[in-house]
């Protein structure tokens, strides 16, 4: 049997725990594109409000990603996911029933609270092995994308054909199909993987938000969302200003996000294979200056404004690829589970402040401030990416280590030596070794034939 194929089980786990996710997803983000045009006929309801309903959803999501993930490893993977869907539920079907903007302030609140994303990977951690959890993460990872992008599309078609009430339904309905899956065919662990590279690890925190390189690229997600739902707080509005209805958005969004897919992937490849990782993540945040700049001077001119959302779509898709490949590359060994759940908790931060300060400055001001304020704050961010240093071109690896490999003398330093290998970092408590490599020079394989005949 090839140790690299999928088992059944891991098959399962992986498809299933990515359609948990991406039904969660597709609940958040259907929501974007129609809140700030059909939620204005909710009772008293303001363009301020209407961005605190956006933003709430990721203050609720920062405050319990970190400790619900901590929590999963008391109560267990499956009752913290269904708990947490089932508050997602609630949330939307309160916002469903709500005829009030309060109503659905209170329900998104509720959505997010439902924070179920760390317990999601580390299920997924403990269902998989080693040698196959990249490919699993990986496939969260794009389901991620393709779910914001199709929800991008039918958020507007279900509210303009049933209303935003029937959309909050639609949600309910997708979180309970989660539940179902999560009980029916996500299997059961038969128990808790302790795995730095996939799950938080207490006492870490401190040592991960003191890392100026991964602070510099929690900044940078931060700001992307900060851009994201401020942008989209404006956005529908200018679209029914330049005379293109509610109702056909979603046509800008399906041809914009297609475009993006398909420009991004050689600048993928470019900066992985030819690691030029710093040119693209930079030029990614000034076109991001330049979409805004866009955006801030079509004054209701259709063509301008899809010009604009098209820029900014090719520098969002291509950074929500490249920063969890950076935040992985410099996460120390042994602590990329815990610098991905801050980038997770900076990443709701950012949804939380673009929705709430979007809507503030659009109520009080106009949508061009929004997106002159979008364009400082691209600008600020361009200046912090400028400093940042090409990353390692890395990989991370946790190797199993018996009680006879632990008793080997000079183990941490015969794995140091061995070509490739970067750093090490033995847990003997947790009987493993976490391990970053350069896998153009040397692979798992080789580090474990390596600790086989120690």
């Known amino acids: 049997m090839?140790?690299?194929?999928m088992t059944p089980v891991e098959r399962r786990a992986t498809w299933g725990l990515g359609t948990v996710f991406s039904l969660r997803m597709l609940g958040m983000f259907m929501v974007l594109p129609v809140l700030t045009t059909y939620g204005m006929a909710l009772q008293g309801a303001s363009e301020t409000l209407i961005g605190l309903a956006i933003g709430i959803y990721g203050l609720a999501q920062a405050v319990f990603q970190i400790p619900f993930g901590l929590l999963s490893d008391r109560v267990g993977r499956k009752p913290l996911i269904v708990g947490g869907l089932m508050l997602f539920v609630l949330g939307s079907v309160i916002a469903a029933m709500t005829t009030s903007i309060w109503g659905v302030i209170l329900g998104r609140a509720l959505q997010g609270s439902g924070a179920i994303a760390a317990a999601v990977m580390a299920l997924l951690s403990d269902l998989t092995r080693e040698q196959n959890r990249t490919k699993a993460m990986a496939f969260i990872g794009i389901s991620f994308g393709v779910t914001f992008a199709i929800a991008m599309v039918i958020g507007p078609i279900v509210t303009h054909a049933l209303g935003l009430h029937a959309l909050f339904w639609m949600i309910a309905i997708l979180a309970t199909l989660g539940i179902a899956i999560t009980l029916l065919v996500v299997p059961n662990a038969p128990g808790h993987v302790l795995n730095r590279e996939s799950g938080m690890v207490k006492g870490s925190i401190r040592t991960v938000l003191a890392n100026p390189k991964l602070l510099k690229l929690n900044i940078g997600?931060?700001?992307?969302?900060?851009?994201?739902?401020?942008?989209?707080?404006a956005l529908p509005g200018q679209f029914e200003q330049a005379g293109f209805p509610a109702a056909e958005h979603w046509k800008v969004y399906l041809v914009t996000m297609l475009v993006a897919f398909v420009a991004v992937v050689p600048f993928i490849i470019y900066a992985e294979v030819k690691r030029r990782m710093k040119r693209v993540f930079v030029g990614c945040v000034a076109l991001i200056?330049?979409?805004?700049?866009?955006?801030?001077?079509?004054?209701?001119h259709?063509?301008?404004l899809v010009i604009g959302v098209q820029l900014f779509f090719l520098a969002f898709n291509l950074m929500e690829a490249i920063l969890p490949s950076l935040i992985s590359k410099e996460s120390p060994p042994g602590y990329k589970g815990t610098a991905?759940?801050?980038?997770?908790?900076?990443?709701f931060i950012g949804v939380a402040i673009g929705g709430s300060f979007g809507g503030w400055v659009f109520g009080h001001y106009d949508a061009q401030t929004v997106f002159l304020i979008g364009a400082i704050v691209a600008a600020a961010w361009l200046f912090v990416?400028?400093?940042?240093?090409e990353p390692p071109y890395v990989s991370s690896l946790r190797l199993v280590l018996s009680d006879a490999v632990l008793a080997v003398p000079n183990l941490e330093?015969?794995?140091?030596?061995?070509?490739?290998?970067?750093?090490?970092?033995?847990?003997p408590e947790e009987k493993s070794a976490y391990i970053k490599?350069?896998?153009?020079?040397?692979?798992?394989?080789?580090?474990?034939?390596?600790?086989?005949s120690s």
């Open 340 to 347: 991905m759940g801050i980038y997770s908790t900076s990443q």
């Open 289 to 300: 200056i330049i979409a805004e700049i866009v955006l801030w001077g079509a004054a209701g």
């Open 221 to 233: 997600i931060l700001c992307l969302h900060i851009l994201l739902m401020s942008s989209f707080v």
């Open 302 to 304: 259709f063509w301008t």
């Open 385 to 389: 990416a400028m400093s940042m240093q």
């Open 2 to 5: 090839n140790d690299n194929k």
């Open 413 to 427: 330093k015969r794995l140091r030596a061995q070509p490739g290998v970067t750093s090490v970092f033995i847990v």
């Open 437 to 452: 490599i350069d896998s153009k020079v040397t692979s798992r394989v080789e580090l474990e034939a390596l600790i086989a």
